[in-house]
């Protein structure tokens, strides 16, 4: 195999626990960590959120197809992408040839885990709804590109890492 490439790729809807697990995961397994949305607000200088407001959503989306097409090409750790990273059919694409970790969760958990949390900016307003609309258009998505999926409902963070390990046969 030649270059470098993340050992798991992890992906889901928002609340279920990508940033937590991810960091986890990196941790137990002793590599590094990487979310591609802080990657964008590195590269940009500004937040996500903010971007949404001053640029849009489809700029946005194209930082971030960028973002996770440069991570795929150069992280070897544990890489956290963004929860709508799927949308991008290149994206997909990339993510054919890597082991993917689709972390699941149902409406309420997700809806308790986001909260009123005002830096998702596809979740202002009407939070239950908006993240219902999110969750049905891309479930299809992440499940597409998973190696395996995870229902994250009722588990705590060191017990999906323990769930994705053992998907890992570590």
């Known amino acids: ?27 137990r397994l002793g590599v590094r960590v990487r979310d591609t949305d802080q990657d964008v607000e590195a590269n940009e ?3 996500v959120q903010d971007i949404f407001v001053s640029r849009g959503e489809p700029v946005f989306r194209e930082l ?19 929860g709508g ?4 059919e290149g994206t997909r694409v990339l993510l054919a040839d890597h082991t993917v970790a689709h972390l699941d969760v149902g409406l309420a958990q997700a809806a308790a885990r986001v909260g ?7 979740l202002m307003g009407n939070i239950r709804g908006q993240l219902k609309k999110l969750m049905d258009a891309r ?3 992440y499940n597409a590109v998973a190696t395996f999926a995870i229902d994250t409902n009722d588990l705590s963070p060191d017990e999906v890492v323990d769930r994705v390990l053992k998907e890992l046969g570590r």
């Open 45 to 47: 200088g500004e937040t």
């Open 139 to 141: 479930r299809p998505l």
């Open 64 to 82: 971030e197809a960028a973002a996770v097409a440069e991570a795929l090409r150069t992280h070897d750790g544990v890489l956290a992408l963004g």
């Open 1 to 27: 195999m030649t270059g470098t490439r993340p050992v798991v790729v992890v992906v889901g809807p928002p609340g279920a626990g990508k940033t937590t697990v991810a960091e986890l995961l990196a941790d």
């Open 85 to 88: 990273a799927v949308m991008d």
């Open 116 to 122: 009123m949390n005002t830096g998702r900016p596809l």
